[in-house]
C-alpha cells in the first residue's frame, strides 16, 4: 500500500499533473486512517482538494465501500425496505418528510431514518422532531428491531451505526466547508434497505450520487435538490431525480406540483408537525410536499407504475392517514 502522501499527490499536483483517485485507491486512502495509519491533517488535507474540484463518483464510491466495512453487520439483519437518510436539517420549512415517512410505515413500508444532528447545528435537526410524531429512537440493532417489529418506521443517530465518520464530518465546521464524506453520508444506507432516497442540496449532485452508487453495486435509489438539502421534494418547483433501478442508471424529470406558494414557514417543530398530522391545523404547502415526497419513493419501488398513479396513490394515503 503506498504512503498516504501519495493520494495527496495524485490530487493536489499542478494542473497538467493532478488526477482523481481511482474508486481502490480512495477506499485504501481512508481505510488507512481509519486504521490509524494517516494523520487527521493528512485526510482533511485530502478531502479538501477533491472539495476545490468536486468529488468524482469514483472517489465517493471507494469512500463508501471503506466506510461500509465498519458498520456492524447486525443492522443489515432488520428486513427495512426504505433506507432514509436526513443529514442537512431544515430552515425554512419543518421536516414534511417525517409525516411522508410515517404516512409510508403506515401502508407497511419499512422506513430506516438515520442522520447527525451536529451536521448543521443552526438549522432545525430532523430527529428534534421525532418523539413529537412517535418515531422511536434506537442506538443498537437490538433496540431497531423490537421498534420496527411494532411501528414499521425507525430513527438511528450516526454514533450508533458509524461512529468514525461522527469526527470526520465535524471537519466542516473546524474548515467551513463541506467534504465529500457529506455527500458519503447520505449514501451508507446502514440497513442494507433494497431501496434508498438521497436529498442534495446543490443540483447536479443528483448524478453523482446515482453514479456512486451504481459502482458499489446498489440496486435501487433517487436522489433530488431537496428542500433545504433534505430528502424532502419541494412541490414549489420541478424535480429533477438521478437514480437506480434495478441496477442501472435513469435519470427522470417531475413538474412543479404546487404552482405559486411561499417557500418560507413561520413555525418550524415536530409539535406543529404533530398538530398537521392529527388534523388540528392545515397547511397546503406541507400537504403538496408530504404527498410529492411520498409520489417519489412510490414510483421507485414500483408500488405504481407512473408519476400520476404515484400521487394519486400518495394523495391517497395521505388522506387516510388516521384511518384504523
Known amino acids: 500500500m503506498p504512503a498516504f502522501s501519495e493520494f495527496i499527490k495524485h490530487v493536489g499536483r499542478g494542473e ?3 488526477r482523481p483517485l481511482t474508486q481502490q485507491e480512495a477506499r485504501e486512502a481512508l481505510d488507512m486512517y481509519l486504521d490509524g495509519k494517516a494523520e487527521l491533517l493528512q485526510l482533511a488535507v485530502l ?13 465517493a464510491a471507494g469512500y463508501i465501500q ?3 466495512k465498519r458498520i456492524d453487520v447486525e443492522w443489515q439483519d432488520l428486513a427495512v425496505d426504505l433506507d432514509w437518510p436526513c443529514f442537512a436539517g431544515k430552515r425554512r420549512q419543518p421536516p414534511w418528510l417525517l409525516l411522508a415517512a410515517k404516512v409510508l410505515a403506515k401502508n407497511g413500508i419499512r422506513v430506516m431514518l438515520h442522520g447527525h444532528a451536529a451536521v448543521d447545528a443552526i438549522k432545525f435537526q430532523i430527529e428534534s422532531a421525532c ?6 429512537q434506537a442506538d443498537s440493532p437490538e433496540q431497531a428491531k423490537a421498534i420496527l417489529a411494532h411501528d414499521d418506521i425507525c430513527y438511528i443517530p450516526l454514533s450508533a451505526y458509524c461512529e468514525p465518520l461522527v469526527d470526520l464530518l465535524a471537519l466542516r465546521s473546524q474548515v467551513g466547508l463541506r467534504t465529500p464524506l457529506n455527500t458519503v453520508a447520505r449514501a451508507l444506507n446502514p440497513t442494507d434497505a433494497l431501496y434508498s432516497i438521497h436529498g442534495i442540496f446543490h443540483q447536479g449532485y443528483e448524478q ?3 453514479e456512486a452508487a451504481a459502482l458499489v453495486g446498489d440496486r435501487n435509489m433517487i436522489a433530488f435538490k431537496g428542500e433545504g438539502g433534505e430528502s424532502e421534494r419541494s412541490p414549489r418547483t420541478a424535480c429533477r431525480v438521478a437514480g437506480i433501478s434495478d441496477g442501472h442508471v435513469f435519470y427522470e424529470e417531475w413538474p412543479t406540483f404546487l404552482e405559486g406558494a411561499s417557500g418560507k414557514h413561520g413555525e418550524i417543530s415536530g409539535e406543529y408537525l404533530r398538530k398537521v398530522w392529527e388534523g388540528e391545523i392545515e397547511n ?16 421507485m419501488m414500483k408500488i405504481c407504475p407512473d408519476q400520476q398513479t404515484a400521487l394519486e396513490q400518495a394523495s391517497l394515503w395521505w388522506k387516510n392517514r388516521l384511518s384504523s
Open 208 to 210: 453523482l450520487h446515482a
Open 284 to 299: 397546503n404547502y406541507g400537504s403538496h410536499a408530504v404527498i410529492s415526497t411520498m409520489a417519489l419513493t412510490l414510483k
Open 16 to 18: 497538467k499533473g493532478r
Open 131 to 136: 418523539p413529537d410524531l412517535g418515531i422511536k
Open 47 to 59: 478531502l479538501m482538494l477533491q472539495r476545490v474540484r468536486c468529488e468524482t463518483p469514483e472517489e
Open 66 to 68: 471503506a466506510l461500509r
